[in-house]
């Protein structure tokens, strides 16, 4: 038997909520291009990303520890993948349409540059005056202007429910900044789905490469109700924590706080009775969030994160390392544009030299950037 897109369509109608966003009913895309027999508009954009440059060198790039740190740590493409997993469970449990929050998902971090917020920051002082540089905004220009796949037109030619996903991608410490999208508007149920599982991702998995690496030890983490609530959840009352039990901690928090998500957004969603999407985008706040409770729980695992995770010497080590590599590399491309490959100098004209040179970094795993900072400075490797 073949399910053909219409009848994935038919499908979707029948079971998502009334304000969920169904492919049948997409914006459609900036260029014209037909829709494939067998998959939804939101569907094949999931394909496109997924199979884009940016999406593979994302195994190459930091989320806190740099690549070249071990095997466990996670790296930006893990992250990405356990955003979507989260992102999906959510999805599926408020009745939303599951292919485009995972498609969200995975684009969300296409335009993080290598050693993650440390290149990120340094990237942003270095071109101040031009703009700056924001990795959400980025991941909106990979798939819009920067993949080069199709003869007819630069970018993946995603739908504008994708588009508007990724433009309106925020989490506390990642503000969206609004591209060809009103800002008067709400991000979609879906894309703010993205949001959260974005940020309930990374504090859960940034604590497990802690507690793996060994900058962090159970002993602190006494002082957080959320930790005292997982070892009493889990029977535990301290001693060594082993590779099973550590697992064992993480799924626990990951399952509490997204319990939480869907009964903190099922009551919103319960007292709002949104009847279109566009009631969701309408409302003034955000309806998919943590309650009160968890909020002020995730406010001190996050401090406790940032003091003892983030701000330790050997983080701190990597991120200054990165912002020397990163420096270096931006002072001699705009010094000698020349060395630009052929296709980023002829972006010069069109974007401007400075942008041209941080689109080329921000391209760049850890180790490629690694790599051409040797050919550049290092008088014994070949270039």
């Known amino acids: ?13 029948v079971l998502l909520a009334p304000y969920a966003l169904l492919s049948h009913n997409s914006r459609g895309r900036f260029h014209h291009d037909h829709e494939p027999q067998y998959r939804t508009a939101f569907q094949r954009d999931k394909d496109r990303i997924v199979h884009s440059a940016a999406f593979r060198r994302l195994e190459y790039k930091t989320q806190v520890f740099v690549n070249d740190a071990g095997d466990y740590y996670r790296t930006r493409l893990t992250h990405t993948l356990e955003v979507a997993q989260i992102g999906r469970t959510l999805a599926r ?14 684009a969300h971090d296409l335009g993080h540059p290598p050693f993650g917020h440390a290149g990120e920051h340094i990237l942003d002082a270095l071109v101040a005056e031009y703009g700056g540089f924001n990795h959400n905004h980025q991941s909106y220009r990979v798939v819009t202007e920067l993949e080069h796949r199709y003869p007819s037109w630069d970018g993946l030619n995603l739908t504008y429910e994708t588009l508007e996903g990724i433009a309106k991608h925020e989490t506390e410490y990642d503000m969206a900044k609004f591209t060809d999208f009103s800002a008067t508007t709400r991000a979609s149920l879906e894309a703010q789905i993205a949001n959260i599982a974005d940020e309930l991702a990374y504090n ?3 604590l497990d490469d802690g507690l793996q690496a060994g900058l962090l030890h159970p002993e602190q983490l006494r002082e957080l109700e959320i930790w005292r609530r997982l070892c009493d959840s889990l029977g535990w009352s301290g001693g060594m924590l082993d590779e099973v ?10 399952g509490l706080q997204v319990g939480d998500v869907l009964r903190t957004t099922s009551q919103a969603l319960t007292d709002l009775n949104p009847q279109t999407p566009d009631d969701i985008q309408h409302h003034p706040i955000n309806l998919v969030n943590y309650s ?16 003892n995770m983030y701000y330790h010497y050997r983080v701190v080590r990597m991120k200054e390392r990165a912002a020397h590599f990163i420096s270096e590399l931006f002072a001699r491309y705009t010094q000698e544009p020349r060395q630009l490959p052929e296709e980023y100098r002829a972006q010069i004209a069109k974007n401007g030299l400075q942008r041209v040179v941080v689109d080329y970094i921000a391209s760049m795993t850890d180790r490629s950037a690694l790599l051409e900072y040797r050919h550049l400075f290092d008088p014994m490797t070949r270039p």
């Not at 039990?245 to 990951?254: A, K, N, Q, Y």
Request: glycine share 4%; with cysteine; hydrophobic share 40%.
């Open 292 to 307: 009160p409770e968890f909020k002020l729980l995730n406010r001190a695992l996050k401090d406790f994160l940032f003091q």
């Open 245 to 254: 039990t550590r697992h064992g901690f993480i799924r626990e928090l990951v």
């Open 1 to 13: 038997m073949l399910v053909t897109r219409q009848q994935l369509e038919e499908k979707e109608q």
């Open 204 to 206: 859960a998995h940034d």
């Open 93 to 106: 449990a408020l009745g939303v349409n599951e292919d485009l929050t995972e498609t969200i998902c995975l």
